[in-house]
């Protein structure tokens, strides 16, 4: 979600910056917002199922049932590593070229 919101306010304030330097040239880069409402709401999802899986294991632990699975960490995990990388990328490669 932090990706997200930095990325949608970095962009606007870029729009901003570029309507003040020229103001009829009327070029935006509209892939900045998309890409952070995106990962704005896969951060909700993130949070949902975390918050899923904290209520299962919370019963098996007053249950004495619990089993340590790792994989859905695992998973989110690499998915955020993943993600991290990309948009890293993603603005990186406009500085360099």
């Known amino acids: 979600m932090g ?3 930095v990325i949608i306010k970095f962009s606007l304030f870029l729009q901003e910056l570029a ?10 880069d509209q892939s900045s917002p998309v890409i952070g409402i995106v990962l704005v709401g896969i951060g909700i999802i993130i949070a949902l199922l975390s918050y899923l899986r904290y209520r299962k294991i919370s019963r098996q632990l007053n249950n004495k049932t619990f089993t340590n699975r790792t994989i859905f960490s695992l998973v989110l995990t690499i998915f955020l590593v993943i993600t991290g990388i990309l948009v890293f990328v993603w603005y990186l490669i406009p500085m360099l070229g």
């Open 3 to 5: 990706f997200g919101f």
């Open 19 to 28: 309507y003040w330097v020229e103001p009829d040239s009327g070029k935006t």
